[in-house]
Each structure stands twice: as C-alpha cells, then as structure tokens.
C-alpha cells in the first residue's frame, strides 16, 4: 500500500528540503520506490541536493500544472544520482527554476484539484511505495491539500520563537484535517540545549508526537545541499535520527 507523506514548515530556513531529500534516500536504501514532488514553486531548490541539473529537466511540475505532460513525464529517475548503495529507486519532479515560468505561475496560478490529480496518478504509473511532498512554507490552498491526502505529516521547526508559534497553527489544521500520523522533527538544536527536554516540552506544548530532535551540524553547513547527508554521513547522530523518523513513518 503506498503512502504519502508531506513534509512541511510554517517557516523558511528549516531545513525541509534537506530533510526530505535524506528521508527519501534512506527509504530507497530499504529498497523502496519513492517519489518526490517539489511544490515550492516560487523557490525551488530540493532538485540541487539530487544533484540534477537544470539541463536535465526535460520537464517539470509547472509543465504538468499548464498541461504539456502527464505527471509521470515529468519524473526524473535521480537514483544514479545519489551515492551510496540504493537497493531502490527516486523519481524527482522538480519545480522549475526559470525566472520566467515562475512568474507565470504566481501571475497565472494553477488548478489545485489538478495538483491532487497529480500525486495519485504518479503513484499509481511509477508503482511508487511513498511520495514525498516537499510544500511550500506557510499555509496556501496547495499545502491544505497536501496535507488533507496524507497519510503521515512530518512538521519541521527550529527552537525559535517565531517557529513555535508558527507551527501551532500547522498542529492545529492537522488535526482538524485527522491526518492519520503527525510527527515533529526539532531540526538545528544548539550543542548546549538538553535533547530530551526539547523533545518531552514539544511534545507537551503541541500534544504531538516529537519524531526526531536533530542537533545543529557543522558537517551539513559544510556540505552546503551538495548532496545527501545520510549518504556522505552515515553514521552521523543527525543520520541517525534521521533514520529513527524514518522508520516511525513506515510503521
């Protein structure tokens, strides 16, 4: 049965493409077919950390959304891609980073039930065991709808004030939406702060369940969306709380 999963945060600067970049490698690494759809269009980024370049985008999410392809036309298989042992495979569908087509789709903006039409038809043709939603930050009418279809929701927030609050919105549209499974990932924790104690008063404040509490890394700083950190640090303490939300989400 496939799963789809949104990653998301009320803010910019989380983390979140980075976070859903490593996740789906790791599922591929279990073997899995995973999809993942860049939907941040006004700023796309996710297809520089799967190291596929604009000369290779044949086509794109927007090409779909102003009907010049099927969804799946717009896949592309980065696997080879990605380093590392991948007994699986991962398809990117990237947003595209022409000046011209972005302002287009914020001028013009597009038929989110298509949207919708998308992530089910891609499932279904590249035989997908997950699709991963890379959203926009914030919330817009894409981001209810993908979180409306999910079957797991992973919220992403930095200790930070503005976070906290933001994210209190998102943990309450969720549930109203009865999102099957919610986690929190606490991404860039400071060396100093206590983990456990982030995790059990994140937990308290939003009546939700703390995946993972990942610390500040000089190592991800240093590789710079270069590639993925699971793969190029595979025994990292980040890899491995990256790897605990992982399987809490195939659970």
Known sequence: MSKII?????RGGTGKSNTTANISALLAMDGARVGVVDTDIASPGIHV?????ESEMVHSLNDYL???CAIEDAAHDVTGHLGGEIKGQVFLIPSSIKAGEIARILREGYDVGLLNDGFRDVVEKLKLDYLLIDTHPGLNEETLLSIAISDALVIILRPDSQDYQGTA???DVAKKLDVPKMLILVNKVPSTFDFEDVRARVEQTYGATVGAVLGHSDEMMTLASSGIFAIRFPDHAVTKGLRSLVNQLKD
């Open 169 to 171: 919105v998102t943990v």
């Open 66 to 68: 102003w009907g010049k």
């Open 6 to 10: 949104s990653i998301h945060s009320f």
């Open 49 to 53: 950390l799967f190291n596929l370049d």
